[in-house]
């Protein structure tokens, strides 16, 4: 078979299917709050990283706010992604396998529908998981040290889509660690320029919460990890362990777990390199989670990107092991059955084709809650529908009131505020919930809303009493029912209640974002860490050994005399003396001179350029540890963490064989001057840096201008 014509011709038909489904029903709620984000652009957001927002923004530029708009890019992607697929499999394996990989990730619901239809941050990031796992396999074949930047740029693409994204780091690691062949890695500077480039593009995220009391990254962390202490629980693990399964197929699911078990012996036992770099790229993310649901509730799909690089193994063992009868049967079976529900989902989500009352025990399936049979609140595919309607009511109510005068439209819970806001995207809708979310943080100034009515709207779903607010608003009228219905039933109700003269001074603080404080400055907020950074090293850390230690460099220091660096001229200049290439001593000795004298010049035209204080000046002289030096003017950036550096890099770039000595001398060096009281760490880390920069600099350029001659 010609596979590669095949793998087009799935990948391009299923692609046309999704584009002709995208625009057919409602947005779930998790993309009508993504689809919220591209109302608010900024550096990051309170749940998740901007990319995918930034993808949402682009795509509804062109199509404009409609459901195929939000979706379009998460059908692209998918069909991107997929082809990516196909070529690592191959890799890997032959095309084969990269064509039955394909297929089951056309027939698992997580791949073919959640990250191929639905447009949520997963979607990029399976994109960029798996060019990771592309670029890293040029690595491995080619040596090539070019493809660590492109790998770096990947990864901080992968990072702005989802933290999940740090599991790409520690899978490379995990298999530079376990082959032995690649180990030369950690030797080689590349690898570290990658993680750099990855942590320089996630900046604006770091940035975002530095501005926000770190809100997303403690929301993530609460979120994944539970706000107690860990509890050992069976029952959530294995819920998880079932919704997983759900997400997968129950039966295809089980050829997963055989798949890691397989994988992890033949990469253990017969040192199988394809098998081991799939485990590196699978196994941490799914130990990481599965782990977690043990003592805190997972989300099915969060392991996912695991499962996304094991399918690759799974395609590999299903055509292994075809030829045996009863393997066969089995796989068909579950590939029938899964693709049985993925083809019925669609259907019924249009047209409703399931009878949802037929699998609730009859008593439950007629019990009403707001007004609303408990078997139409329980069926999910009713939440997307609706919405239009909603949207034109609420319009309609809007404009009886006078121009002047016109309500604001609120709710309490932020996915309903979302969708609402995509049903009337001309209209502002705001969110008072009594919990910490996105809408806190977009409408931290609430002053334009006083003395304003307004219209709060809530569902039977997700139904609440505004008159909870209390003294909030001076008067709440009894809430009008909005029907929605569905082939002649009626499925949702929402609820509006007018809610007179908006009294911001009334509102309980909770349904706020003060609990974060006031919007923080960015350089403020690094000075205050630099600052406690500085005092926790120079006051909390002290010793007896340490203090004598650094009495007699501080005396030396006050003598004008760098003991430090001296030791480390000693010791480079024995390396270097010592070193097989001996004919060259007196250029490299020559050369880090030149490197020494560049980098100190730096260092003392911006010293005299920025004049900053040092910790003396700033603290006071009984609030800081000092040993013999009393240094006052000039401190950033530091001139011994500068020649340090300079002199290490330089011996690094030069001989490798002792990188691990440059690295705890040049690191001795620069705790010393914060551990005496001399520098803060902010003039530590900028001398260092540029020392380093300026040996890397010089050595390269005479290293070509040699070459040349």
Not at 186 to 192: L, S
Not at 400 to 427: C, E, G, M, W
Request: glycine share 4%; net charge positive.
């Amino acid at each position: 078979m010609n596979y590669k014509l095949w793998f087009w011709t799935v990948n391009a038909g299923t692609a046309v299917l999704r584009l002709l489904f995208i625009g057919k029903v409602g947005l779930t709620v998790d993309e009508a709050h993504y689809w919220a984000y591209t109302k608010f652009l900024d550096l990051s957001y309170y749940d998740h990283p901007p990319l995918i927002a930034y993808i949402i923004k682009l795509s509804s530029l062109v199509f404009g706010n409609t459901e195929f708009a939000v979706r379009f890019p998460a059908v692209l992607i998918f069909f991107i992604a997929s082809w990516i697929f196909f070529i690592c499999a191959k890799k890997l394996y032959n095309e084969r396998t990269a064509f039955t990989g394909v297929l089951l990730l056309n027939v698992l619901p997580v791949f073919s529908f959640l990250g191929s239809v639905v447009s949520i941050p997963d979607s990029p990031l399976a994109l960029f998981w798996i060019l990771s796992l592309f670029v890293f396999l040029l690595i491995i074949e080619t040596n090539g040290k070019k493809y660590w930047y492109l790998l770096g740029v990947i990864g901080g693409f992968a990072l702005l889509s989802k933290y999940n994204a740090v599991m790409i780091p520690v899978g490379i690691v995990l298999f530079l660690i376990l082959s032995p062949k690649h180990r030369f890695w950690f030797k080689q500077k590349e690898p570290y320029f990658a993680f750099l480039i990855m942590i320089a593009m996630f900046i604006p995220v770091i940035i975002w919460n530095i501005e926000n009391s770190w809100a997303s990254f403690g929301f993530q962390m609460r979120h994944g990890f539970g706000s107690s202490l860990p509890k050992f629980s069976p029952l959530l693990f294995f819920r998880s362990f079932g919704a997983q399964a759900g997400y997968l197929s129950p039966p295809i699911f089980l050829a997963f777990l055989a798949a890691i078990y397989i994988c992890v012996k033949e990469a253990w036992q017969k040192k199988d390199r394809t098998a081991l770099i799939i485990a590196c790229f699978s196994l941490p993310t799914l130990i990481l989670f599965n782990g977690v649901a043990t003592f805190n509730e997972i989300l099915p799909h969060w392991p996912a990107m695991g499962y996304l690089v094991l399918a690759i193994y799974v395609a590999h063992i299903t055509l292994k092991y075809w030829e045996v009868r009863w393997f066969r049967n089995y796989t068909i079976i579950a590939w029938i059955f899964t693709l049985a529900i993925l083809i019925a989902a669609p259907f019924h989500l249009m047209y409703k084709i399931i009878p949802i009352e037929k699998f609730l025990p009859k008593a439950q399936a007629e019990k009403i809650k707001h007004g609303i049979p408990e078997a139409e609140r329980v069926d999910i595919s009713n939440d997307l529908f609706g919405w239009k309607e909603l949207g034109e009511e609420i319009k309609r109510i809007v404009s009886s009131y006078p121009p002047k005068n016109r309500p604001f439209i609120f709710t309490h819970k932020s996915y309903l505020a979302s969708q609402i806001a995509f049903a009337v995207p001309d209209i502002r809708v705001y969110c008072l919930s009594d919990k910490l979310d996105a809408y806190d943080l977009w409408q931290r100034d609430l002053r334009n809303l006083r003395n304003r009515d307004a219209i709060f709207i809530c569902n039977d779903f997700f139904y609440h009493d505004p008159k909870k607010y209390g003294d909030a608003f001076t008067s709440y009228s009894e809430p009008e029912e909005f029907a929605v219905y569905r082939n002649g039933k009626k499925v949702r109700n929402f609820f509006f209640t007018k809610c007179e003269k908006f009294k911001l001074s009334n509102l309980d603080e909770k349904y706020t974002a003060n609990i974060l404080g006031e919007k923080k400055n960015v350089p403020d907020e690094l000075l205050k860490a630099d600052h406690a950074a500085f005092k926790f090293i120079n006051s909390k850390m002290h010793c007896k050994v340490l203090d004598l230690y650094m009495s007699v460099i501080s005396y030396c220091d006050s003598k004008s005399f760098n003991l430090g660096l001296v030791f480390i001229l000693i010791v480079s200049i024995a390396i270097l003396w010592n070193h097989d290439n001996r004919k060259r001593f007196w250029t490299d000795i020559a050369l880090m001179a030149c490197v020494l004298v560049v980098s100190a010049l730096i260092v003392t035209f911006l010293k005299n350029y920025f004049e900053r204080p040092r910790p003396l000046t700033v603290f006071g002289d009984d609030n800081v540890n000092i040993f013999y030096e009393t240094l006052h003017r000039n401190s950033f950036p530091s001139g011994h963490a500068n020649a340090a550096l300079a002199a290490c890099a330089f011996m690094f770039m030069t001989v490798r064989k002792y990188w691990y000595w440059y690295a705890i001398l040049a690191f001795g060096m620069g705790f010393e001057r914060i551990y005496v009281g001399s520098h803060f760490p902010s003039d530590v880390l900028a001398g260092g840096f540029i020392g380093a920069m300026t040996a890397y600099i010089m050595v390269t350029l005479f290293r070509k201008a040699e070459n040349k001659r």
